[in-house]
């Protein structure tokens, strides 16, 4: 068979046909009486092996190799064209995401898409110093897309960075509450922190709900933070929890603060007054946690609170006695 027809039925040019046969992976069998190549069955059969090996990615040289040295094992070449596969995915992914960015960044002009670009790669640097101005001119300077700044708040390790791509965030507009929630998804704990540390941060309304929705989260770490941004902004269903954390000392004076803030309404004081006295009247609690409890009823108005403290300056721990004592003899000097 004439290489014209063989490239007809093969699909192969005649050019490349050409080409392996300057290489030596398909050499015609024969010439006819003019000189022109002749191909036999076994050739063309070959040629199909070629390209069967060549759509899994291997190189002619690879190609030739698998054909031609009985010694040759297929294992370590799939293995490695596996790992070569793996990363031209993931650099392709990489140009899509960032891509999109660009994209959702809605660009003017290519000035605009060159802004984008290094602010992207900066935020991406080794170095926190690029990092942290990145994220700061993402919001005074060029836009960028709400994902690439979850991202990078939920990868960011450096806290002074990740101070920053809080602030611009909560500054980024919609979308960043929806993102950030997957991270409290997160099969790594420190992500988990990330995510409801940059949710908290948030002032709108979508970030509240899923504060509240946290307050039952499995992780503690993402139920205090949650409580704490809860008390701040009024809600009283981190009461519980805010008790919780002066109890066991953790935050505990950021527990108490946010309680404080909580108790300016008069419904709420009584309510947080009635759980530390609850908690105090536990005679499991530690004598460092009831100290805590009783400091905790120091900013706490109301006629339930101003009770306790009076029952606790006498009581069988010094401590106590001595620190509810001190607490109304200031609320008596207001």
């Known amino acids: 068979m004439l290489i014209g027809d063989v490239a007809r039925r093969s699909g192969v040019s005649a050019r490349m046909l050409r080409h392996?046969?300057?290489?030596?992976?398909?050499?015609p069998t024969g010439r006819t009486g003019a000189g022109y190549r002749e191909?036999?069955?076994?050739?063309?059969?070959?040629?199909?092996?070629?390209?069967?090996?060549?759509?899994?990615?291997?190189?002619?040289?690879?190609?030739?190799r698998a054909l031609d040295d009985p010694g040759f094992t297929p294992s370590a070449?799939?293995?490695?064209?596996?790992?070569?596969?793996?990363?031209?995915?993931a650099g392709e992914t990489e140009l899509l995401t960032r891509l999109r960015r660009i994209d959702a960044a809605e660009p003017a002009g290519w000035e605009d898409v060159l802004q984008t670009v290094a602010l992207l790669q900066a935020l991406g640097s080794k170095s926190a110093g690029k990092r942290q101005r990145a994220a700061l001119s993402s919001v005074?300077?060029?836009?960028?897309p709400v994902e690439a700044l979850v991202e990078a708040a939920l990868s960011e390790?450096?806290?002074?960075v990740a101070g920053a791509l809080r602030w611009a965030l909560a500054r980024s507009g919609d979308g960043g509450p929806a993102l950030l929630a997957e991270g409290l998804g997160s099969?790594?704990?420190?992500?988990?922190?990330?995510?409801?540390?940059?949710?908290a941060e948030i002032p709108d309304g979508a970030a509240t709900a899923l504060l509240r929705d946290a307050l039952a989260h499995p992780d503690i770490v993402v139920r205090r933070y949650a409580a704490?941004?809860?008390?701040v902004r009024g809600v009283a269903d981190a009461v519980p929890t805010l008790i919780d954390m002066v109890v066991e000392g953790t935050n505990d004076v950021d527990a108490a603060d946010a309680l404080s803030a909580l108790a300016t309404r008069p419904a709420s004081a009584e309510r947080i007054a009635a759980g530390l006295v609850d908690r105090l009247a536990h005679g499991t609690t530690e004598p460092p946690a009831r100290l805590r409890l009783t400091q905790a009823l120091a900013d706490i108005p109301g006629i339930t609170a101003s009770r306790a403290l009076a029952d606790l300056s006498h009581d069988e721990d010094r401590a106590v006695?001595?620190?509810?004592?001190?607490?109304?003899?200031?609320r008596e000097a207001r």
Do not use: K
């Open 39 to 64: 191909y036999s069955g076994e050739d063309i059969r070959r040629i199909f092996h070629i390209e069967s090996l060549r759509s899994l990615g291997l190189s002619l040289r690879e190609v030739g």
């Open 157 to 160: 390790t450096d806290p002074n």
């Open 228 to 231: 704490l941004a809860l008390g």
């Open 140 to 144: 005074e300077e060029v836009s960028v």
């Open 77 to 89: 070449l799939v293995d490695d064209l596996i790992r070569r596969t793996r990363e031209r995915i």
């Open 20 to 27: 392996y046969d300057s290489l030596g992976l398909v050499r």
């Open 321 to 330: 006695a001595l620190t509810a004592t001190y607490i109304l003899g200031v």
């Open 187 to 199: 099969p790594a704990a420190e992500v988990r922190e990330r995510a409801v540390r940059s949710i």
